[in-house]
């Protein structure tokens, strides 16, 4: 069994995930043993169905330091390595991959660049000579070494390219701080990102992030010559989603090159060409690359099929990228504010919104809840197409009494935002010539959740919180979600900002607070990996029918 652990935190936890792989991830931890820095543990976290009794092995190991084993449904390797750092007791979190031979200074050279100020340690990634002796494999060997000198050359920048998991070392309060890893990258394990976007983040955060060459992970390299050309175009498809994410880093992605006029005869047409000709272009590829010893036509062959798979990917990730996930739909009251100007166009009657419900279910869009809506965007479960999640600002006394019977009538599921300085009160914020209106109290608060309501916060104040200094963002983020949970509603996880203003500041300080999303009204649906806290949404105003929101939706979503 694993040895017992001191109670004190140690320098580090070395945190494993690990899928289907049992003899290399028990090779790594036994190999462990040999650090030449003792103050550590281990956290393995097994990805999925366990059926090579990976954890019964890991679990029987006799070894010198605390091993703790972790099982979860498939979930891929970000959401793994998130579990195993929550899971974590060390000062600092040292992310290795399961196919890794530590060298035996790999934990006291980590330790030795952040004892020199640095806060994130990326180390070099050897081919591990017990690797099969293959052609790819050569190559990620070549690879490896290329990196390392780019890498040497290049310090004290790191390019983004570079930023990847396999071995990487940061704080535990800096990956708390960070959020940990995005794991709507993950999609089943297909596309990769999450290490580049990880990385990016703590270098847009201004961790400082240093190359350390003498911190060495041997990496065994077992995949074949059709799973890296998977990998290539998938590899391209994450570039493109960070791209997207990310839009001042798209210059530091992967771009196909065609510098000569070689290349412009050859790949130029080779990327255009359609599936039904690429598919066996790239089953030949594979098969001459996977020769014992293949000659320089061959290998010139595969990697402009490579280039090829790469722009396919990329093509791909960019038409599955604009296509809309769900649509988040926006009302205020559901009340005939007809009689006054300026709020008129907030108020859809109850009949109208009834109407709207009803045709947009005739024409295929489901409701989804909550916790479904946020799965899906997180990287879980997809969404049905068409899908819609219903929202409602400020909270209004017609909420109860007006939505939430015909919500009822109809099982659907909504969001409310409740402006919590404001319980029980009006809409004080609004401009001298709009009337006033009763927001819900305490009890139609609960009352609406009995419905099926979930209650998120809109801040405390109604105010715009963009310019809000930051001491006083605690009572609108922190304090509204302290309010609603001290009138005995579930603690608040998603935020609406209010009059839909928001900035990257803000909505990193919505994601300190705990809260899972935050929505804005952009007018547009919800799209594959969107940032979680900047969620569009579209407003529904008075005049619409459901035949008037059907078309809006078509057009936006």
Known sequence: MAAAGLNAAPRFSVIVPTRGRRELVLRLVQQLRDQELKDFDVVVVVDGADDDGTAAGLRALELPFTLTVLEQEHRGAAAARNAGAETARGEILLFLDDDMAPDAALLAEHDRSHRAGAQLVLGHLPLDPASPSTAVAARVG???????????????????????????????????????????????????????????????????????????????????????????????????????????????????????????????????????????????????????????????????????????????????????????????AISDLSGNRRLAPYGVAPEAFAEQLDHVAGEGWSFVDLDRFLDAVSGGAPLPP????????????????????????????????????????TNVWRRADAIELPLLDAAGLRAAAEHGVVIGSHGATHRPLVAVPEEELAAELEGSADTLESIALPRPSVFSYPHGEWSPALAAAVARAGYRGAFTVAGSGVRRLPDRYAL??????????????????????
């Open 386 to 425: 068409r899908s819609i999640l219903l929202t409602f600002d400020d909270a209004y006394v017609d909420l109860l009494t007006a939505a939430c019977p015909i919500l009822s009538e109809r099982r659907l599921p909504a969001v409310a935002f409740a402006v919590t300085n404001q319980i029980g009160g």
């Open 142 to 332: 070549g690879w490896a070494e290329r990196r390392r000198d780019r890498l040497v050359r290049s310090a004290p920048t790191v390019a983004m390219p570079e930023l990847i998991s396999g071995q990487m070392s940061l704080s535990r309060a800096a990956f708390q701080e960070l959020g940990g890893f995005d794991t709507a990258f993950t999609r089943g394990g297909l596309v990769p990102g999450a290490d580049r976007d990880f990385g990016y983040r703590a270098r847009r955060a201004g961790l400082q992030t240093v190359f350390n060459p003498d911190a060495i992970s041997h990496q065994f390299y077992e995949i074949d010559a059709a799973e890296y050309t998977r990998r290539s175009r998938n590899g391209a498809r994450g570039d493109r989603i960070l791209a997207a994410r990310y839009p001042e880093i798209a210059g530091e992605l992967w771009q196909p090159r065609f510098d000569s006029l070689l290349a412009k005869l050859t790949l130029g047409p080779l990327v255009r060409l359609p599936r039904a000709l690429s598919e066996p272009l790239r089953s030949l590829a594979v098969r001459v690359f996977s020769r014992p010893e293949p000659d320089r036509l061959s290998y010139r062959f595969f990697f402009a099929v490579q280039t090829m798979e790469r722009q396919r990917g990329a093509r791909e990730e960019v038409h599955a990228l604009r296509t809309p996930i769900a649509a988040v739909l926006a009302y205020h």
């Open 536 to 557: 569009p949404r579209i407003e529904v105003l008075a005049g619409e029918t459901g035949k008037t929101l059907a078309r809006k939706l078509r057009k936006r979503a």
